[in-house]
């Protein structure tokens, strides 16, 4: 899986399967993480977050798990829609937001 | 509306010439930061502000040079000493850099050195 520090460059699903989106921090003290959207040449959109006091967040078609034994993130996206497409980044919150180098999920029809 | 602006989109220069890239918002957020982003990459830290007339180096400072005047802007200049410059940058902001809040962003400056 991708990691704030290693690249897993492209995730391919079918449209309508559940998406899984893994990222590895590296840092114990990180307290706060966020997953951003990226679409081509745009800025990247705030998905979701989650704190360190919690292992998971739900929000709309999107979950976040936070494994904090592990130091392991993941997003999930339920029935993937071809609007899914994009690079997923993982961002973790020490001094500033340090940011995985993104995940590019292809939905296959 | 409210939102955080990026200008130029697409800024060409000639090697050697500094040039400034613009970002502005009106969200009232105290934190600025600027990202670089080459392709296939995530995002490096350059330069980031808490608060006006203060900013710190990120992970990439070198060739990089910033001011923070106004609580509503923070322009990046990338000067000459930059031996890579072309890249994507992206300019965020947020309500505190020590608060659990995420950072929006822009949309981005393609910058390109010839």
């Known amino acids: 899986g991708e990691s704030v520090g290693l690249h897993l460059p492209t995730l391919s699903v079918q449209e309508g399967d559940n998406s899984i989106i893994n990222c590895a921090y590296s840092n114990s003290a990180s307290d706060y993480f966020i997953w951003y959207k990226q679409e081509s040449g745009k800025g990247p959109q705030f998905i979701i977050d989650i704190r360190s006091n919690m292992d998971k967040r739900q929000g709309q078609r999107v979950t976040v798990l936070l494994n904090k034994t592990v130091k392991h993130l993941s997003l999930q996206i339920a029935a993937t829609q071809p609007g899914d497409s994009a690079v997923y980044f993982c961002a973790e919150r020490k001094n500033g937001l340090t940011f995985g180098k993104g995940t590019h999920l292809i939905i296959q029809p | 509306d409210g939102g955080i602006t990026q200008s130029p989109k697409y800024l060409f220069r000639k090697e050697g010439q500094n040039v400034t890239l613009s970002c502005e918002q009106n969200l009232n957020h105290d934190a600025m930061y600027w990202y670089r982003q080459d392709p296939g990459q995530g995002l490096r830290l350059i330069y980031y502000?808490?608060?006006?007339?203060?900013?710190q180096k990120g992970d990439i400072a070198e060739g990089y040079s910033v001011s923070r005047e106004k609580k509503e802007s923070f322009p990046l200049t990338v000067t000459s000493a930059q031996k890579n410059p072309t890249a994507f940058y992206l300019c965020?902001?947020?309500?505190?850099?020590?608060?659990?809040?995420?950072?929006?962003f822009g949309q981005g400056t393609r910058l390109t050195v010839v």
């Open positions: 965020a902001s947020s309500w505190g850099r020590e608060l659990n809040t995420e950072a929006f």
């Open positions: 502000s808490q608060i006006v007339n203060d900013f």
